[in-house]
């Protein structure tokens, strides 16, 4: 990845946030910053891991999941072009991650030690609001992913996603959407026929 690269990831990212990055902010953002390839299949983060690095999805898509007690594998979270990896609660509280986080393709990241991030930011006023609004995003996912489950029946959900993440869907499994929305792939099959039939 070359400096133009990164200076577009950078300014894209900010846009996300609404945080103004200068010059000064994104050579920091560049020295801390690495480039890392991940294959289809394979774990940014595995489950009983430690959560130490933080990294933005440059190209690519991943997935949050975990076992169940019962064998069962459930889809938390996507993460596309533009998407924070790191397990926040695994890293505050200095535990082990109770989820992993998978490539569902060959994916591209830029990769960084949290500690040296947070060390890179502490003191820099522009990137410590980068730093909250990129937090900030992340929670209010969760919290609007966890509301959905009490408020929306699972046709509403499967709406509200393809409404969230504009073509994401052709770029999942049956199996990981339907988990994500908490149905069977049958149950999405259908919903999906009956979507289509009202469009």
């Known amino acids: 990845m070359n400096e133009n690269d990164y200076v577009g990831l950078w300014m894209d990212l ?17 020295n801390v910053f690495k480039p890392k390839l991940i294959k289809k299949d394979q774990f940014f983060l595995q489950e009983g891991e430690k959560s130490t690095e933080i990294g933005f999805v440059t190209k690519g898509l991943f997935r949050s999941c975990y076992i169940t007690k019962m064998g069962n594998d459930i889809t938390k979270y996507f993460y596309a072009e533009g998407g924070t990896l790191f397990s926040y609660v695994a890293y505050l509280s200095k535990n082990e991650s109770t ?94 026929k009956k979507s289509n039939l009202i469009k």
């Open 99 to 192: 989820y992993c986080i998978q490539a569902l393709e060959d994916s591209e990241l830029l990769i960084a030690s949290i500690f040296d991030f947070e060390r890179h930011v502490d003191g820099h006023y522009e990137l410590l609001l980068f730093y909250k609004k990129m937090i900030d995003g992340v929670l209010v996912a969760k919290e609007e992913h966890a509301i959905s489950f009490k408020l929306l029946n699972s046709a509403e959900r499967y709406i509200q996603f393809l409404a969230e993440y504009p073509g994401l869907e052709k770029r999942l499994k049956q199996c990981h959407l339907a988990s994500y929305l908490g149905i069977t792939p049958v149950s999405l099959s259908r919903i999906r």
């Open 14 to 30: 900010s846009k996300r946030t609404g945080i103004s990055l200068n010059e000064e902010s994104i050579v920091l953002l560049q």
